[in-house]
T-cell receptor
């Protein structure tokens, strides 16, 4: 059983469309990170959300941390082909010490 | 600061051989974690080293081992390679960003077992 479940697992959309990716858990996290990974490369950190209910914007990307700090979402507005990649959420559960857990991942393809 | 570096970037081995992968963390980071990534299994945690001690361990067989040196550089070793060990092996060092523990990844080592 994965501690962090992401949905959808795969997403293929046309350039210009909007999309939302979800990251859910039954555990509370002190913070959650979002990463994007391109094929054959390591994940690159996009953002860290810390406070319950927090919303962070990074150009066309909007990240939200749930009020209870058990879930997060990533919304992309007007997707571009450069957004293509694997999106991963990750964090350390508040009660389980110091090990990072990664989500199951969402593979996004933006078609020009 | 220089990022996380991993060597080699690509490696081809045959079944039964062993392999050693190297990771240099970001300067000042004392924690290094290793992950295996395959298309069907996603990112699977192997182990984490902190100040030369294994702090956390994932659910992998004993053929997978690691160590960390006093300068925080880390190596992982896979003995008696199997076809299923073909994967991207990622190393991450952990540091603090805005008081939150954050992992920073290297580019990975692509291992192909024939």
């Amino acid at each position: 059983t994965q501690l962090l479940e992401q949905s959808p697992q795969f997403l293929s959309i046309q350039e210009g469309e909007n999309l939302t990716v979800y990251c859910n858990s039954s555990s509370v996290f002190s913070s959650l990170q979002w990463y994007r990974q391109e094929p054959g490369e390591g994940p690159v950190l996009l953002v860290t959300v810390v406070t319950g209910g927090e919303v962070k914007k990074l150009k066309r990307l909007t990240f939200q941390f749930g009020d209870a700090r058990k879930d997060s979402s990533l919304h992309i507005t007007a997707a571009q082909p450069g957004d293509t990649g694997l999106y991963l959420c990750a964090g350390i559960p508040s009660l389980t010490g110091n090990q990072f857990y990664f989500g199951t991942g969402t593979s996004l393809t933006v078609i020009p | 600061k220089a990022g996380v570096t991993q060597t080699p970037r690509y490696l081809i081995k045959t079944r039964g051989q062993q392999v050693t992968l190297s990771c240099s963390p970001i300067s000042g980071h004392r924690s290094v974690s290793w992950y295996q990534q395959t298309p069907g299994q996603g990112l699977q945690f192997l182990f984490e080293y902190f100040s030369e001690t294994q702090r956390n361990k994932g659910n992998f067989p004993g053929r997978f081992s690691g160590r960390q040196f006093s300068n925080s550089r880390s190596e992982m070793n896979v003995s008696t390679l199997e076809l299923g060990d073909s994967a991207l092996y990622l190393c991450a060092s952990t540091g603090s960003l805005a008081y939150q523990e954050t992992q920073y990844f290297g580019p990975g080592t692509r291992l192909l077992v024939l």
